[in-house]
């Protein structure tokens, strides 16, 4: 088989192909071939199974390497847009956790005045709740030495 550079130029001007090839543009399935010219010795190419015996019709042909280059770039464009993604999604990650962050330390914040209200509240309770009692246990002491005193006072008329 002998297909030369100038082949390689009259057949990519009908269509182009970018990466490895999987079938020609009129359907039929892709062969590899060996150039075997002075121009590309031993350099593997793709062809259209029927472009051997249709030699006026233009069917594809594209060379392996450069087949392969195109392959890589567009692997290493995919994957600079991933990358590119990638480092969005970081960002976004981050400025939600530095929100969640906030949002957080803004609820630790708020637990921490309502919890010293609260702690007020329960305080002026307890001092309140304190201050009947001693109320109270004067009333009752009161009260006692009342009882006491008239009980002594019954007595002490009695026994004169």
Not at 20 to 25: I, S
Not at 61 to 78: C, Q, S
Not at 137 to 146: F, K, N, P, Q, Y
């Amino acid at each position: 088989m002998s297909i030369g550079s100038s082949a390689s130029s009259r057949y990519s001007q009908h269509r182009q192909f970018t990466g490895v090839p999987t079938k020609c543009w009129c359907g039929r399935k892709i062969i590899t071939y060996c150039s075997q010219t002075d121009e590309n010795p031993f350099r593997r190419f793709y062809r259209c199974e029927i472009a051997i015996q249709r030699k006026n019709e233009e069917h594809l042909f594209k060379w392996i390497d450069e087949a392969l280059l195109d392959e890589t770039r567009m692997v290493d464009a995919k994957l600079m847009k991933l990358v590119d993604e990638v480092k969005v999604l970081r960002n976004e990650m981050l400025s939600s956790f530095e929100l969640q962050k906030k949002r957080v330390l803004d609820m630790e914040e708020e637990m921490k005045e309502k919890t010293k209200e609260e702690m007020m509240m329960a305080n002026a309770t307890i001092e309140e709740i304190g201050r009947v009692m001693a109320r109270k246990s004067m009333e009752r002491a009161g009260i006692t030495l009342l009882v006491v005193g008239v009980i002594g006072w019954v007595c002490g008329k009695l026994m004169s």
